[in-house]
């Protein structure tokens, strides 16, 4: 009779075992459909069963961390691995949990170790590549994506991580070979064509830039960076009428972004258009005050337009937000020398000096007795 009483027993933890698999199984089905909460609650009540199955935590982590409730994931990871402490994909999920807290140490630590338990872990690669990019570790990054590659399977953002690291590392050549085999995976994804155009645009391939920011428009018309984008390579082609129709979009689209009506200032500085220069930098200085290069600009239009008194003001502005920048002393100079102040226009001269200018000696020799 005991034997029986014990084969039932044996059967029972057998078929509950079987059970578990399924409502495992079922909630990776839900996590991967992005139904983190059902997903959850199944967890719980696996783990209501038995509070140390490590992939019930593991799981669990993961849709907590989908429903961005990251300090819970992390519990939930740190549960699994008090279970087994070589828990390689719970040490990569609590990694990236830190890393989406901002804590790339930690989560750089805790990567570390899942490669050292799983050295064929290509998640982790890839996690710690983004994490040692975050604290501009490019070279670790590289590394890392390059890793993650070899050991597969390619796809379209790997190459893209590797890309944008080997751009930031300015081998721009080599970003444009990545962005296209991410291109062949992903030949719809706007933001590729987009990057690739940044590269070419680096590397001075401006035509080749312009024609993937045309693509990338294409295939995402509403973002105003991209006109952006293909503005500043059709500046670099001084085809100014093609940029300005560019700006004017990316204007239409995002009319709150100030660089863009600076931007668009210069190519109407550069169109001889200097009440529409001045409109646009009066418009960038009204959405960002603080930043010294608006002022130098619309100083520089109003000088063009024989307002000296009013690029002196806004030179004067300039210098009590960056004081240390001798072009705008010289600037200043000549517009005082323009109204005949040559003595306030001489102070500046020897402050340009001071501080490097290569033209203010020539004007102290000429100007200044």
């Known amino acids: 009779m005991m034997k029986r009483t014990l084969f039932v027993i044996g059967l029972l933890i057998s078929f509950s075992g079987i059970g578990q698999d ?60 008090e279970v087994d402490s070589t828990f390689a994909d719970a040490l990569n999920n609590r990694g990236e949990a830190k890393m989406a807290l901002g804590d790339d140490d930690a989560a750089i630590a805790d990567f570390d170790k899942a490669i050292k338990f799983n050295a064929k872990l290509a998640d982790a690669y890839t996690n710690r590549g983004l994490a040692k990019y975050n604290i501009e570790d490019l070279q670790g990054a590289y590394f890392d994506f390059s890793k993650a590659l070899d050991l597969g399977p390619a796809d379209a953002d790997k190459y893209f991580n590797r890309g944008v ?3 930031e590392l300015g081998e721009f050549i080599g970003a444009i070979e990545d962005y296209n085999k991410a291109i062949e995976l ?36 509403r973002d105003a960076l991209k006109y952006e984008n293909r503005a500043l390579a ?10 300005l129709e560019d700006y004017d979009k990316a204007i239409e689209l995002n009319p709150e972004e100030p660089e863009t009506y600076n931007l668009r200032g210069v190519i109407k500085y550069n169109l001889e258009d200097n009440d529409g220069a001045i ?10 005050n603080m930043n010294p290069v608006y002022y130098d600009n619309r100083a520089l239009s109003k000088t063009d337009s024989e307002d000296y008194a009013g690029a002196i003001e806004d030179y004067t502005s300039s210098i009590e937000l960056y004081p240390d920048d001798p072009e705008t002393y010289y600037q200043r100079a000549m517009a005082k020398i323009s109204m005949n102040n040559k003595y306030d226009a001489c102070l500046d001269l020897k402050k340009a000096d001071e501080l490097g200018s290569t033209d203010a000696k020539s004007e102290i020799k000429k100007n200044c007795k």
């Not at 409109?279 to 960002?288: M, N, P, R």
Request: aromatic residues 10%; charged residues 25%.
């Open 186 to 221: 992903e030949k719809k994804d706007a933001a590729l064509y987009n990057y690739r155009g940044v590269a070419h645009y680096n590397a001075g391939n401006f035509n080749e830039a312009i024609a993937d920011y045309t693509q990338a428009i294409l295939l995402d018309p």
């Open 234 to 243: 059709k500046t670099a082609l001084e085809d100014f009428k093609g940029a």
């Open 165 to 167: 690291a080997r751009a």
């Open 279 to 288: 409109a646009d930098y009066t418009k960038a200085i009204e959405l960002d």
């Open 22 to 81: 399924q409502q495992l199984e079922s909630a990776r089905k839900k996590i991967e459909a992005g139904d983190f909460q059902n997903a959850e609650q199944a967890l719980t009540k696996v783990l209501e069963a038995n509070l140390r199955n490590k992939q019930a935590l593991n799981l669990r982590g993961q849709a907590r961390f989908g429903m961005s409730n990251l300090y819970g994931a992390i519990s939930d990871y740190t549960s699994a691995l």
